[in-house]
C-alpha cells in the first residue's frame, strides 16, 4: 500500500531543534512549517541538507517573503497550510470550518495557538501541532498526515 507522508509542525520562535528533530525522526514526503519560525527555517534551508519543506508566514514573521497561506494538491486531495491568525483560530474554528467545506480540502495545517488540534470535521482533518519552541505543556509536537489508499488519516505525535 502506497502511503504519502505530510509532517508539519509550528511556532518554533527562534528554536532550531524542532526542525532538526522532525526531519531526524520522520521519513516524510512534504515537511511543513506553520509558521513563526522563518529565521531558523531559512537557516535550515541554507544548511545544505535538502528536505523539501514548506513555509507559510505567521503573525511574527517580520519581513518574511513567503505567503500566508498555500493549498497543495497531493495524491489528489487538496492541503490547506496558514499560519491561522488571519482565520482568528484563537476564537475558534469556524472560518476555518466554512473555508475547508467550500474549498473541499481533505485536511487543514495551521498553528497560532501554541496548543495542540487533530481532529475530524464534516469529512476534513484540521492539525494544529502546537508549539514546538513554545510548548505549553513541555512536550513539543507534530502533526501527521497519512494520505493512502483507503483514506487519509490524521495524528499528533510528540517530536522528542
Not at 22 to 42: I, L, N, Q, T, W
Request: glycine share 10%; hydrophobic share 35%; with cysteine.
Amino acid at each position: 500500500m502506497k502511503i504519502t507522508r505530510i509532517v508539519a509542525i509550528s511556532d518554533t520562535h527562534g528554536a532550531y531543534k524542532p526542525i532538526e528533530q522532525m526531519f531526524s525522526k520522520f521519513k516524510a514526503d512534504v515537511y511543513v512549517h506553520c509558521g513563526d519560525g522563518y529565521r531558523e527555517a531559512d537557516l535550515f534551508r541554507k544548511s545544505g541538507e535538502f528536505h523539501p519543506l514548506v513555509f507559510v508566514r505567521g503573525n511574527c514573521d517580520v519581513g518574511c517573503p513567503e505567503p500566508t497561506e498555500r493549498e497543495l494538491d497531493i495524491d489528489g486531495k487538496k492541503i490547506y497550510i496558514t499560519h491561522g491568525h488571519r482565520h482568528y483560530v484563537k476564537s475558534g474554528m469556524s472560518d476555518l470550518y466554512d473555508l475547508a467545506e467550500r474549498k473541499g480540502y481533505a485536511a487543514v495545517f495551521f498553528g497560532h495557538t501554541h496548543s495542540p488540534v487533530c481532529s475530524y470535521f464534516k469529512g476534513t482533518w484540521f492539525l494544529n501541532p502546537g508549539s514546538a519552541g513554545m510548548p505549553y505543556d513541555d512536550k513539543p509536537k507534530a502533526a501527521v498526515l497519512d494520505i493512502t489508499d483507503t483514506g487519509v488519516f490524521g495524528f499528533l505525535t510528540e517530536l522528542n
